[in-house]
């Protein structure tokens, strides 16, 4: 049974600081790495998805990596801004269908 | 763009009723998910179905069924409703092919006093 955790639980950050999300998973045999950006109540927005064959996704101030063997991703976000506080999860996506999400990053930038 | 639309956003029962929920996936998609979100929770997987068939079943209760009609959009039936079946709950579609990006709804808020 595939099982995502995400470290830390909660982060707080100056504005205009890089900062790093971690993501393990435990079953390597992944189709795909997505992850969601969630704010207070509201629905899921999808930020990146890196495909199993591949190890970096860009867009924007957001780049996300994956290395299977090692059951990692990491979400990278340079010069945070207030704007980018919320909850960020991370989803894999096993036998190309169900995704299993971790329990989330909670991000607060202070301006 | 078109994206995944679910209603209604908010829906307040009481205990032992029923309830429906409706999503309508984008255009072209053939593979809708149904997710169940409990306050301070991550998404759980409850159903999925590809093409109007039942693709992936994981922790749905027996008193909630799913189907998937001809024009793709997909309903959640939830009976005997229980105060732990507050949450939210997402819809979310995604196009042919294995493993290709899943897209959310904005949930349905539903409140069972």
């Known amino acids: 049974k595939q099982e995502v955790t995400q470290i830390p639980a909660a982060l707080s950050v100056p504005e205009g600081e890089n900062l790093v999300l971690n993501c393990s998973f435990t079953d390597s045999a992944i189709y795909n790495l997505q992850w969601f950006r969630q704010d207070p109540g509201k629905g899921l927005t999808s930020l990146l998805l890196i495909q199993s064959s591949q190890r970096e996704q860009t867009s924007g101030r957001l780049n996300a990596s994956l290395d299977k063997s090692s059951g990692r991703s990491t979400l990278y976000i340079a010069a945070s801004q207030p704007g980018d506080s919320a909850t960020y999860l991370c989803a894999a996506n096993v036998g190309g269908s169900r995704l299993t999400f971790g329990e989330g990053t909670q991000l607060t930038v202070n301006p | 763009a078109a994206g995944v639309i679910q209603s209604p956003r908010h829906l307040i029962k009481e205990k032992r009723e029923t309830a429906t929920l409706k999503c309508y996936p984008i255009p072209r998609h053939d593979t809708v998910y149904w997710y169940q979100q409990g306050p301070g929770q991550d998404p759980q997987f409850l159903i999925s179905?590809?093409?109007?068939?039942?693709?992936d079943k994981g922790s749905i209760p027996d008193r909630f069924s799913a189907q998937q009609f001809s024009d793709y959009h997909s309903e959640l039936n939830m009976s005997s409703l229980e105060l732990g079946d507050s949450a939210l709950y997402f819809c979310?579609?995604?196009?042919?092919?294995?493993?290709?990006?899943?897209?959310f709804g904005q949930g349905t808020r539903l409140t069972v006093v």
């Open positions: 179905f590809y093409e109007k068939m039942q693709s």
């Open positions: 979310a579609s995604s196009s042919p092919g294995s493993g290709t990006e899943a897209f």
